[in-house]
């Protein structure tokens, strides 16, 4: 039965995201101010329905085996990236999808960690799953808030990454890396592969498909759309609303809702 429900939450992320980004629907972010200090908006409540699957930009820095830092626009299948708070280093298995022309959406989450003085700004989709410093907990990157706590990577250690500032950007191409672990540092941060449900495990465990799919047959060249054995599950997508999905896996799909500080 457990197997059955993540197969039903998952594609209903599918379903989710695949509007988002390759549907005819063209859905644009909407903000409204909620606090001015003189006649300049201080905090922006923002949403976004149905939020596409973006994930990360290509400007995004990965960390490689030897030390040195690669644009996630360059990166492949193969490349070596740190994925983890043990320094542990995993290939890039494939991409989930990825898009390297035109401009998209993003969150830049700036965080310093105060013991090191070291500072990083995040861009990232606000659906897609960051961890916490705090709980170690995934959280969706459009939930973190001024004062909260990422975990960043620097030197072997894990240190924790106080949010100093939201904006919302635009920035060129999306791309979705894949790892076995499921994990990736991307700028200095810990995040997740994954995106739309909450429960970054489970995510996990129904992705676990995917990952014995390319083992087998091999990743595709990075495509905008997703692979072919996603979409073939979208066929069962009603499914997840007659049972009780969130009730029983403890999970629930991202609302769209997030707060920025400053629209770039």
């Known amino acids: 039965m457990s197997t059955l429900i993540s197969f039903l939450v998952l594609i209903a992320l599918i379903s989710i995201n ?8 063209n859905y ?4 409204t101010c909620d606090s001015f200090s003189g006649n300049v908006c201080t905090k922006y ?3 976004t329905a149905p ?7 290509g400007s995004s820095q990965l960390i490689l085996e030897d030390g040195s830092f690669k644009a996630l626009s360059a990166a492949t299948i193969g490349d070596r990236v740190l994925v ?14 990825a898009k390297r022309e035109d401009l998209f959406e993003f969150l830049a989450i700036e965080v310093q960690s105060a013991g090191s003085n070291l500072t ?4 990232v989709s606000c659906n897609h799953l960051i961890f916490d410093f705090d709980s170690g907990d995934a959280r969706f990157a459009g939930k973190f808030r001024v004062g909260d706590r990422v975990q960043m990577l620097h030197n072997d250690q894990i240190l924790p990454g106080e949010v100093i500032k939201v904006k919302l950007t635009k920035q060129q191409g999306f791309y979705a890396p894949l790892t076995k672990s499921g994990t990736i540092v991307v700028n200095g941060v810990l995040a997740s592969n994954y995106a739309t449900v909450s429960n970054h495990a489970l995510a996990h465990r129904v992705m676990g498909i995917y990952r014995w799919w390319i083992s087998l047959f091999g990743a595709s060249a990075s495509s905008e759309h997703l692979p072919w ?8 997508e009603k499914m997840i609303r007659w049972c009780s999905g969130q009730v029983l896996t403890g999970s629930h799909i991202y609302d769209g809702v997030f707060e ?3 629209i770039i």
């Open 18 to 25: 695949d509007i988002g980004v390759n549907g005819s629907l």
């Open 28 to 31: 644009e972010t909407s903000c």
């Open 45 to 47: 409540t923002c949403s």
């Open 51 to 57: 939020p596409s699957l973006k994930c990360f930009p």
């Open 84 to 97: 983890n708070k043990d320094n542990a280093y995993e290939p890039i298995i494939g991409f989930i999808h």
């Open 120 to 123: 990083s700004t995040l861009l």
């Open 229 to 236: 054995l996603m979409e073939a599950l979208m066929s069962v």
């Open 260 to 262: 920025v500080s400053t």
